[in-house]
């Protein structure tokens, strides 16, 4: 079964830069619709990015403007670059994969999975 898989989270100080990826292996002729969210301590999960052929880049007033996500659809995979983090964007950042389109696609039609996380720590 496919599911997405992230990478890239860290520590880094006020101000740092990191790449997060994910990946979502054997699913071959597939394309997706991405999504980036996180979650911190004690708070629920919120949007943070999402691209796909419909509407393109989307991203929460919070990241706009550091935040940029790009997509390898070739490989299936999704990056979301960040700069200039703060310590507020520390939390457990969380991939979400959509079946887009692929007529020779084998996931159901309705797959959507998420992936385990990847956290982000930005000291002050």
């Known amino acids: 079964q496919a599911q997405p898989v992230e990478s890239g989270g860290g520590s880094v100080h006020d101000g740092g830069s990191l790449r997060l990826s994910c990946v979502v292996s054997g699913a071959p002729y597939c394309t997706f619709d991405w999504g980036w969210y996180r979650q911190a301590p004690g708070e629920e999960r919120e949007f943070v990015s999402s691209i796909n052929i419909r509407a393109g880049e989307r991203y929460a007033d919070s990241v706009k403007g550091r935040f940029t996500i790009s997509q390898d659809e070739p490989n299936n995979t999704v990056y979301l670059q960040m700069y200039n983090l703060r310590p507020q964007d520390t939390a457990t950042y969380f991939c979400?994969?959509?079946?887009?389109?692929?007529?020779?696609?084998?996931?159901?039609?309705?797959?959507?999975?998420w992936g385990q996380g990847t956290q982000v720590t930005v000291s002050s």
């Open positions: 979400r994969a959509e079946r887009s389109y692929g007529a020779h696609c084998r996931l159901p039609p309705d797959f959507v999975d």
